[in-house]
């Protein structure tokens, strides 16, 4: 898949308040080989591979099928793929309102261990703090 389609079903899959990577991001991450894209037709995730750690930079579901499985049926795969890719660790920041996603990540036993005070901006404007998440893959 190109730049181009998966910077437009990032587009569907994320809250346009909440929309951070351009194309020129999706450009950087298609040439880059510690930018892992996972998805199907209906879901998107933007991985950042380092030697010891997954970092999951965005993780979406089209919003007419959310709350169908989708969403831990990809981190589900993100948690596979980063124990074959040799990961201690999977981490993440999630915005402190995203209930959804943080619940999702719970339900997978990621712990809370920090917090990024005014971390997002929204297109309004609006701030919002970001709570740091992490998956211990070893234990
Ligand atoms: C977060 C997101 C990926 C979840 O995907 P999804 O397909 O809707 O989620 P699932 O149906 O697989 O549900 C996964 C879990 O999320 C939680 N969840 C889902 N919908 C929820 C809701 N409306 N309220 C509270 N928790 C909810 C539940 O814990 C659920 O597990 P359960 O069904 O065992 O209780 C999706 O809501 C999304 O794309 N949001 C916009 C993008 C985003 O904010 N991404 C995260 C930032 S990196």
Same mark, same amino acid.
């Given at each position: 898949m190109s730049a181009e389609e998966n910077f437009n079903l990032y587009k569907k899959c994320v809250d346009v308040q909440s929309i951070q990577f351009s194309l020129e991001d999706f450009k950087r991450f298609q040439k880059s080989t510690n930018v892992k894209i996972k998805k199907d037709r209906n879901c998107i995730a933007i991985l950042s591979l380092t030697d010891h750690e997954v970092e999951i930079y965005f993780i979406g579901v089209l919003e007419d099928l959310r709350g169908r499985g989708l969403g831990k049926k990809l981190l589900k795969s993100i948690v596979s793929f980063s124990k074959n890719y040799g990961a201690n660790f999977i981490t993440l &920041?999630? =915005?402190i309102n995203n209930i959804?996603?943080?619940?999702? %990540? #719970?339900? #997978?036993? #990621?712990? &809370? %261990? =920090?917090?990024?005070?005014?971390y997002y901006k929204n297109s309004s404007g609006i701030r919002e703090d970001a709570i740091i998440m992490k998956l211990n893959l070893k234990t």
């Open positions: &920041e999630v =915005g959804q996603a943080r619940n999702m %990540y #719970f339900s #997978f036993k #990621f712990i &809370e %261990y =920090g917090i990024r005070k005014n």
